[in-house]
């Protein structure tokens, strides 16, 4: 169990900005940009590379959560998400999570 599924099940809290049956938002404890929110599926998938077809409908909701908390949470100006996968893409929580930055004028390439 990591320690994302003991914020779903509410064993550890966390500054949640949204949720619904199928995902939870909260605010990274360690943000790298003035807005920074995870978005997670409730399920437990370890990450993008564990995908299939039967996560279609759960990964186009997730995107579409995206917008709404950007919305909701004043980002008119743009933002970023980004999703880390494996160890060389610098995953560090084995629960697939996407990353969500704002508030700030992002710089491009990342690192
Ligand atoms: P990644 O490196 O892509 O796996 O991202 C994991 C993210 O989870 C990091 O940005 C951490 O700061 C964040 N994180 C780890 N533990 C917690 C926690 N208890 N509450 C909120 N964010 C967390």
């Not at 994302?4 to 809290?13: D, L, T, V, Y």
């Not at 929580?93 to 992002?106: A, P, Q, S, Y």
Request: with cysteine; proline share 5%.
């Amino acid at each position: 169990m990591t320690i994302f599924h003991k914020i779903i099940n509410r064993e550890i809290p966390a500054d949640i900005v949204y949720e619904d049956d199928l995902c939870l938002a909260f605010r990274d404890i360690n943000a790298q940009a003035p807005t920074h929110v995870l978005i997670i599926p409730k399920e437990q998938i370890v990450s993008l590379d564990e995908l299939d077809s039967d996560h279609q409908l759960l990964m186009g909701h997730l995107l579409l959560k995206v917008r709404e908390v950007a919305k909701s949470l004043g980002l008119s100006g743009g933002y970023r998400i980004a999703v880390n996968c494996g160890e060389d893409g610098g995953q560090s929580v084995d629960h697939l999570h996407i990353h969500l930055f704002g508030g700030r004028k992002l710089n491009w390439p990342p690192g």
